[in-house]
């Protein structure tokens, strides 16, 4: 079958060779050795770990899963690719998709446990890679201006990067519709995230990051690791947050649904989080500060706070006290590309580092937003006691609806997160668009 995002690969393979020339000939390079990576043994044991190419090397090819590969790019000379795919009867030895890339590339299949031979006056040599390995190359390791002008080129997508990015917001979707309707069914978390992997098309050590699958006071927990093989007693809630890796694009969606079982006042606060989280996609556009925006969201989660009577007084109090950061203690969003939380989010176009406001450490994106940036927004509203015991004990604490918290804590919270492309004139909401 012909690959229809063909033409928009060999534009964005294009691209790229420019964006290196560049970057080598401003810092004096002849040329950039890319390492894809190796998986790594856990210790004491001869078992891998799940592994994931280098970033750098998934920018040009899209291949999440070559181990012990190389990419050379050398101005004015045919880009290549070393695949490692040696002769194996105990794995089966990888072979490539039918993709633009492996034609517009050259591709030397070998072993390639060692970095290929390569002519060049000055070479450097980037990934995970040891100092060692660069020596005998001659070569230059991970050089921090190279790698800073590197990050900045992934910052802003090409539109090959864009339709990969919206074909697996699509999957990841399908997997949110199985998992809701296991959900409904009365399935424990372990059959809901199995649920969503038969459903999306992936085994779990292909998942973009690990899948949180929370049922009721379990979605309190940010990044909740488990899933437990028991269905509980009552149906309160489900947050889901999982995605979907497309020739190296990755999804990052959450979704937050009331139960059988919820109180009334949880699924209205899942309608207005949804309202919230439209109000701040419809507030992205190039020039806007980042940072601005996460207040913004504060603001209206305040402004929620009060409405929904969980807090007496004005919003204002409700952030200047701080009540707010205590039901949302994470950033906004961040950038997203072949990594999930994307290269470049707290550092400007000329490397100047950007780090998030003091009291809002958790922010992964401090800059200004810019054509061709893809970003989530994802607000969240959560009853984690951790944080609201010191609350309660804080002054601002007495405007606090502490009754209709203890009510809520058994739903741990809400997360509405959708994946926005930024244009010139417009944004495109590559979920909403599937859903």
């Known amino acids: 079958m012909p690959d229809a995002l ?7 393979l294009e691209a790229l060779e420019r964006r290196y020339a560049d970057a080598m000939s401003a810092l004096g390079y002849d040329g950039v050795l890319i390492f894809s990576g190796r998986p790594a043994l856990h210790f004491g044991d ?42 194996d009867f105990w794995h089966l030895p990888p072979s490539l998709p039918d993709e633009g890339w492996t034609d517009y590339l050259e591709v030397i299949s070998g072993r390639f446990e060692t970095p290929p031979a390569v002519n060049a006056s000055r070479l450097a ?36 990067e864009i339709a990969c990015l919206s074909e697996a917001n699509r999957m990841a979707l399908r997997g949110h519709q199985a998992a809701r309707a296991a959900f409904l069914a009365g399935e424990s978390e372990l059959d809901i995230q199995l649920a969503y992997l038969k459903a999306s098309r992936q085994r779990e050590s292909d998942v973009p990051y690990g899948n949180i699958v929370g049922l009721g006071a379990h979605g309190a927990v940010l990044h909740y ?38 109180d009334p006042a949880f699924a209205a606060l899942v309608t207005r989080m949804h309202d919230i989280k439209q109000q701040l996609v419809a507030a992205l556009a190039p020039g806007v500060d980042f940072v601005a925006l996460h207040e913004r969201m504060h603001r209206l989660l305040a402004a929620l706070l009060v409405e929904s009577e969980l807090v007496a007084g004005s919003a204002e109090a409700a952030v200047e006290g701080g009540i ?3 039901f949302c203690p994470h950033g906004l969003g961040h950038l997203l590309g072949v990594q999930v939380h994307d290269v470049a989010g707290r550092t400007s176009r000329e490397g100047i580092p950007l780090p998030p406001p003091p009291e809002h450490p958790a922010l992964r994106l401090t800059r200004e ?9 994802e607000p969240g509203l959560y009853f984690i006691p951790m944080l609201l015991g010191p609350l309660q004990a804080s002054p601002a604490g007495s405007d606090v609806n502490w009754s209709l918290v203890e009510r809520l804590l058994p739903h741990g919270g809400i997360r509405i997160e959708d994946n926005v492309a930024i ?11 599937h859903e």
């Open 6 to 12: 063909a033409h928009l690969q060999m534009a964005h």
């Open 46 to 87: 001869d078992q891998h770990a799940n592994f994931c190419s280098y970033g750098h090397f998934q920018h040009w090819t899209g291949q999440a899963g070559l181990a012990h590969s190389w990419l050379l790019v050398q101005p004015g000379q045919h880009t290549t690719c070393f695949v490692h795919a040696p002769d």
């Open 125 to 160: 040599v980037i990934g995970d890679v040891a100092e060692a390995t660069a020596r005998a190359l001659g070569a230059e390791c991970n050089p921090p201006a190279l790698l800073t002008a590197l990050d900045e080129g992934r910052v802003r997508k090409s539109e090959y």
């Open 225 to 262: 690791q488990h899933y437990d093989s028991e269905a509980p007693a009552s149906r309160h809630s489900l947050l889901v947050d999982a995605g979907y890796r497309y020739r190296g694009y990755c999804a990052d969606i959450t979704r937050s649904w009331p139960g059988p079982d919820a």
């Open 324 to 326: 707010t950061r205590a």
């Open 369 to 377: 937003l810019e054509p061709g940036m893809t970003v989530t927004i």
């Open 423 to 433: 244009a010139t004139h417009s944004v495109r909401n590559l979920t909403m668009e």
